[in-house]
């Protein structure tokens, strides 16, 4: 039986309704909990059998590392070694925030199957006062992947953790919907000079050079990261729709009209879907399924709503999906990060 606490932060005293959570928590159990980008599964971090139940109940691969979660900036000394001036910057600046930065662990004191046999630990402090104030009660570091079952996609409400997780967890501690919708920015610091983004994601390349013009920021490239992955999390197949999804770039007008012409091939024997932006509303008529990631001005929006979108697809047994595509600068580069992913890098350009 999993357990769900409503809360509502507009609520006086809303803190109180998160103790028995937080003790569940402190005890050992898996209780998932939203943060700003997506909801987390957690544990805590220094208890082998807590984090072990991570994995289980997520059917994760244990050469997976989790990331640690903190509610204070002191917590960082007692889990991180040789914690750079670069790495405080960036701390400074980002946290809390969407910014997940790998340092050098402090041997002992976390469970190993937290780091999965690395020598380094991915640390953030989310900017989420629910996630917060559920680790300040429980006082514990929180090691905590996203909520969902291993392969799909990340979840940006609770219910998505529920129909995933439930009867294999503790708890849900029902926040309403994540903001940013996509998993947090995974960064390593190389010497002082480099910062490499492993993951991109809400804090972006450009507020991340912003913040260290000294330094030298980049991107570790798909291929690279084939061959010798520095974020374990990179090799594997991420989520994939049930139906075969592909990514249409090029003019708007040549790809709505290759999307217009698929659908007049397919949608009188398959169920087609498209996922699209609101520019291209009058398109699409045929496909069973047509949903909107909002404004291609608003990437920001975009990328709240992509996870919730594909998860839908799957509810309505979609079997080919066309999607439009959007820049890869700011926030639209995790946006496609994770849309070729799903795509199983799947580009037709037109
Ligand atoms: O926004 C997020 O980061 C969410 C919320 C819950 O905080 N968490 C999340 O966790 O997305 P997860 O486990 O789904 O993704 C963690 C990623 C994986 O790609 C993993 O390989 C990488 O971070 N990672 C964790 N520890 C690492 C380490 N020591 N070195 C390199 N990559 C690491
Ligand atoms: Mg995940």
Excluded at 11 to 22: F, N, R, T, V, Y
Excluded at 189 to 205: E, M, N, S
Excluded at 273 to 302: K, M, P, T, W
Aim: aromatic share 6%; proline share 5%; net charge negative.
């Amino acid at each position: 039986h999993t357990k769900v606490w409503n809360i509502n932060i507009a609520e006086p005293a809303w803190q109180k309704q998160l103790a028995e959570a937080a003790e569940r928590l402190a005890a050992g159990k898996q209780i998932a909990f939203p943060t700003e980008t997506v909801y987390g599964l957690g544990a805590d971090a220094t208890n082998d059998a807590a984090v072990q139940g991570i994995f289980s109940a997520k059917g994760r691969p244990a050469d997976n590392p989790l990331i640690v979660h903190i509610f204070d900036i002191q917590q960082v000394e007692q889990l991180a070694q040789q914690v750079s001036e670069l790495a405080i910057k960036l701390m400074d600046a980002f946290w809390p925030g969407p910014l997940t930065i790998v340092l050098p662990v402090k041997q002992g004191v976390l469970s190993s199957y937290v780091t999965a046999g690395l020598d380094t630990v991915g640390i953030r402090m989310p900017d989420h006062p629910i996630a917060l104030e559920l680790m300040r009660q429980a006082r514990v570091p929180v090691a905590a992947p996203s909520a969902n079952t291993s392969g799909r996609p990340s979840p940006t409400l609770a219910a998505h953790v529920y129909e995933d997780l439930q009867g294999k967890i503790s708890g849900i501690v029902d926040g309403g919907a994540t903001g940013v919708g996509l998993e947090s920015t995974v960064v390593e610091l190389v010497d002082q000079q480099l910062i490499r983004v492993l993951r991109p994601g809400a804090v972006t390349l450009e507020q991340l050079q912003a913040c260290c013009p000294e330094a030298v920021v980049t991107m570790e490239s798909e291929l690279e990261s084939k061959q010798a992955p520095r974020s374990p999390g990179m090799k594997y197949t991420h989520y994939a729709p049930q139906g075969k999804l592909a990514i249409v770039k090029g003019e708007p007008q040549a790809v709505a009209h290759y999307i217009e012409q698929q659908l007049a091939r397919f949608a009188a024997t398959d169920r087609c879907g498209v996922l699209r932006f609101d520019e291209h509303e009058r398109h699409y008529q045929q496909a069973a399924l047509v949903l909107s990631l909002g404004s291609i001005h608003q990437l920001e929006q975009a990328a709240a709503r992509l996870y919730q979108a594909l998860r839908q697809f799957d509810e309505q047994q979609i079997q080919y999906i066309w999607s439009e595509a959007s820049e890869a600068a700011g926030i639209g580069a995790a946006l496609m990060n994770r849309l070729l992913k799903a795509a199983g890098h799947t580009v037709i350009e037109v």
